[in-house]
């Protein structure tokens, strides 16, 4: 099974500065997908920024990049240079994709979420 | 294309009522999800389909649920005799096979049950 723990329900940050959400997860697969996605009160799941569990390099997208610690199994996001348009919910999710047995058809688990607010 | 779309954006029922939810996703996306999220948690796993086939149900889709993807394209959620309880928002989601990048979400059904 899988597990995600989002510890932080609330960070707040200052316009144009740099936040980290943190992200544990858990998990005996070897292979597996790390995501961050942004929901803004519309409700609508925005992709963020994906990590391959055998990727070696740490992933960035834009102002996004995550912080992956395979051996801490750690997912942290970092937000640079915050706008007050990222002021949203943040939920790291896993894919497991362990298809021997043929059993994870890509669904995701989430954490909790992070509500973040940039405040100008 | 738009992305993947649900209808109604809202709803609201009475308690012992059955609701129906569409979804229709990205059309050249095999794989379709549905994940039930309440207020202040995350997103939890519903349903998956791999073209029409319902392959995997969770736990939390009790005999009062029932997900279709008749041709492979839209797919329905029905909910029989609402409880309170079913009260939450209801995603879609598409993605490709293989879908490293590819989950879309679209903006979800809120359901109230009174």
């Known amino acids: 099974a899988q597990k995600i723990t989002q510890t932080q329900p609330g960070m707040f940050v200052q316009e144009k500065e740099a936040v980290t959400l943190d992200c544990t997860y858990d998990?005996?697969?070897?292979?597996?997908?790390l995501f961050w996605y942004k929901q803004p009160s519309s409700g609508e799941m925005i992709f963020l920024i994906y990590q391959g569990s055998y990727d070696e390099q740490n992933a960035t997208e834009g102002r996004y990049s995550l912080n992956f610690q395979k051996a801490r199994k750690s997912a942290n996001l970092v937000i640079s240079a915050s706008q007050l348009g990222d002021s949203a919910m943040y939920f790291c999710?896993?894919?497991?994709?362990?298809?021997?047995?043929?059993?994870?058809?890509?669904?995701?688990?989430f954490g909790q979420g992070t509500i973040l607010t940039v405040h100008p | 294309d738009t992305g993947v779309s649900q209808d109604p954006r809202h709803k609201i029922t009475k308690r012992g009522q059955n609701v129906t939810f569409r979804c229709d996703p990205i059309?050249?996306?095999?794989?379709l999800y549905w994940y039930r999220q309440t207020l202040g948690q995350g997103p939890e796993f519903l349903t998956y389909?791999?073209?029409?086939?319902?392959?995997?149900k969770s736990r939390l889709l009790s005999d009062r649920f029932s997900a279709e993807r008749p041709k492979g394209s839209f797919s329905t959620l029905e909910i029989q005799r609402t409880e309170q309880g079913d009260s939450a928002m209801y995603l879609c989601?598409?993605?490709?096979?293989?879908?490293?990048?590819?989950?879309?979400f679209g903006s979800g059904t809120r359901l109230t049950v009174v």
């Open positions: 998990t005996s697969d070897q292979s597996y997908g």
């Open positions: 999710a896993m894919r497991a994709d362990n298809y021997a047995g043929g059993t994870s058809y890509g669904k995701l688990t």
């Open positions: 059309s050249e996306h095999n794989r």
């Open positions: 989601a598409s993605s490709p096979d293989g879908g490293n990048y590819g989950y879309t």
């Open positions: 389909f791999q073209n029409e086939a319902q392959l995997e």
